[in-house]
T-cell receptor
Framework: ETGVTQTPRHLVMGMTNKKSLKCEQHLGHNAMYWYKQSAKKPLELMFVYNFKEQTENNSVPSRFSPECPNSSHLFLHLHTLQPEDSALYLC??????????????FGEGSRLTVL | QKEVEQDPGPLSVPEGAIVSLNCTYSNSAFQYFMWYRQYSRKGPELLMYTYSSGNKEDGRFTAQVDKSSKYISLFIRDSQPSDSATYLCAMRTGFQKLVFGTGTRLLVSP
């Protein structure tokens, strides 16, 4: 496996379900991110982890719960979602530090549909 | 006012055309400017990176930053059907996380 891998690629869930999205990066990076991508809207930063510690929570509703057990893995736990939460959820990683250009390496995303 | 404005398109051009994609921004503190390309059903990937003002060329692609006008552009010469994708501009200050535009969908027809 190379780069950033996300599973599942597609997920359909009811509003009362509990599910999780998984992300794994094979790049040795020290930071991982969750973004939400909706049609005709800018990428929306949700959470940032640096060295497993959460450094940013962009006012995300508590029905989204991130978990970062180590610097290579990131999860997004989902529960009691709303139909407006349907979107593409992108995981990204980067090597932050001196000289960082800001480049993010994205996975292919998990397409979530909430019924 | 959004921090970064980008026309969502779609922009349709014939093969071989010169394509111009643009973003405007409001935060004069932005210093780092990027263009990401996102193919359908894929994640975005970095295409061009520019620090401060000026031009940067890479093959058929040229990134241009005009900080006085708060305007950045991506030019694609001799466009190919394989260039059909969504192009997202992104920028940041020295300390903040990236701020993205909405993306412009480009369609290059053979």
């Amino acid at each position: 496996e190379t780069g950033v891998t996300q599973t599942p690629r597609h997920l359909v869930m009811g509003m009362t379900n509990k599910k999780s999205l998984k992300c794994e990066q094979h790049l040795g990076h020290n930071a991982m991110y969750w973004y939400k991508q909706s049609a005709k809207k800018p990428l929306e930063l949700m959470f940032v982890y640096n060295f497993k510690e959460q450094t940013e929570n962009n006012s995300v509703p508590s029905r989204f719960s991130p978990e970062c057990p180590n610097s290579s893995h990131l999860f997004l736990h989902l529960h009691t979602l709303q139909p407006e939460d349907s979107a593409l959820y992108l995981c990204a990683s980067s090597q932050e530090g001196g000289g960082w250009t800001g480049e993010l390496f994205f996975g292919e995303g998990s397409r979530l549909t909430v019924l | 006012q959004k921090e970064v404005e980008q026309d969502p398109g779609p922009l349709s051009v014939p093969e071989g055309a010169i394509v111009s994609l643009n973003c405007t921004y409001s935060n004069s503190a932005f210093q780092y400017f990027m263009w990401y390309r996102q193919y359908s059903r894929k994640g975005p990937e970095l295409l061009m990176y520019t620090y401060s003002s000026g031009n940067k060329e890479d093959g058929r692609f040229t990134a241009q930053v005009d900080k006085s006008s708060k305007y950045i552009s991506l030019f694609i010469r001799d466009s190919q059907p394989s260039d059909s994708a969504t192009y997202l501009c992104a920028m940041r200050t020295g300390f903040q996380k990236l701020v993205f535009g909405t993306g412009t969908r480009l369609l290059v027809s053979p």
